[in-house]
């Protein structure tokens, strides 16, 4: 993996701004009790709705790591990423649909381009996710990567009975192209509980 982050964020590199990225929120899904814990989602909120979101990422400088309190659901008809959430069965099976994933802007696998540069064997089972060179993504000018009306672009769904929290960096680009990036974006969950 070493080889190949550096290279992918030299392809971004051609400008770098900040003022794209507003923050990060953190929204509790309602999960019916399907599953044992609460499914939280979690989204970049950009300043247009045309802004994208193409990678979250950790690097030596600026590592990432989202770890919970207690183990993350990770069903075994799921996957790490989104691309794994198969669209019908999730909508047959309760444990698919609230399963724990990360993503660029999609929640299964209709249409969906994410893909992964992490070592993922620890969140497949249940562990945080964490790294100094790697990251999930998708390719510039994917639509999964805009942001919506909303200005908001999915990144990932966690399900725990435990009490989450991250930390991680955001690359994109704004409408006019030029490439933007947010460092140590953090969050936690301890304030959304009901």
Same mark, same amino acid.
């Given at each position: 993996m070493k080889k190949y982050l550096p290279l992918f964020v030299l392809l971004f590199a051609v400008s770098s701004v =900040? &003022? %794209?990225?507003?923050?990060? @929120?953190? @929204? %509790?899904?309602?999960? !019916? !009790? &399907?599953v044992a814990g609460r499914t939280y989602r979690i989204y970049i909120v950009l300043a247009n709705d045309s802004d994208q979101v193409h990678m979250i990422y950790g690097e030596p400088a600026h590592p990432m @790591?989202? /770890?919970s309190t207690k183990p993350f659901f990770q069903s075994p008809l799921g996957g790490t990423t989104s691309k794994q959430i198969g669209r019908k069965l999730a909508k047959e099976r309760p444990e698919v649909r609230y399963d724990s994933f990360i993503t660029i802007g999609a929640e299964d696998n209709y249409d969906n381009n994410t893909e992964?540069?992490?070592n993922t064997e620890q969140f497949d089972k249940g562990g945080a996710i964490s790294t100094t060179d790697g &990251?999930?993504? =998708?390719?510039? !000018?994917? /639509?999964?990567g805009y942001a919506g009306s909303d200005k908001r672009v999915l990144v990932a769904q966690f399900t725990t009975e435990g009490d989450i929290s991250g930390t991680f960096n955001v690359m994109g680009r704004d409408k006019a192209g030029a490439v933007f990036q947010q460092h140590t974006v953090t969050f936690d969950t301890k304030t959304k509980k009901k």
């Amino acid at each position: 993996m070493k080889k190949y982050l550096p290279l992918f964020v030299l392809l971004f590199a051609v400008s770098s701004v =900040c &003022a %794209q990225f507003q923050r990060v @929120e953190v @929204e %509790q899904v309602d999960n !019916g !009790g &399907a599953v044992a814990g609460r499914t939280y989602r979690i989204y970049i909120v950009l300043a247009n709705d045309s802004d994208q979101v193409h990678m979250i990422y950790g690097e030596p400088a600026h590592p990432m @790591e989202i /770890k919970s309190t207690k183990p993350f659901f990770q069903s075994p008809l799921g996957g790490t990423t989104s691309k794994q959430i198969g669209r019908k069965l999730a909508k047959e099976r309760p444990e698919v649909r609230y399963d724990s994933f990360i993503t660029i802007g999609a929640e299964d696998n209709y249409d969906n381009n994410t893909e992964t540069l992490l070592n993922t064997e620890q969140f497949d089972k249940g562990g945080a996710i964490s790294t100094t060179d790697g &990251a999930w993504y =998708c390719l510039p !000018g994917s /639509k999964l990567g805009y942001a919506g009306s909303d200005k908001r672009v999915l990144v990932a769904q966690f399900t725990t009975e435990g009490d989450i929290s991250g930390t991680f960096n955001v690359m994109g680009r704004d409408k006019a192209g030029a490439v933007f990036q947010q460092h140590t974006v953090t969050f936690d969950t301890k304030t959304k509980k009901k």
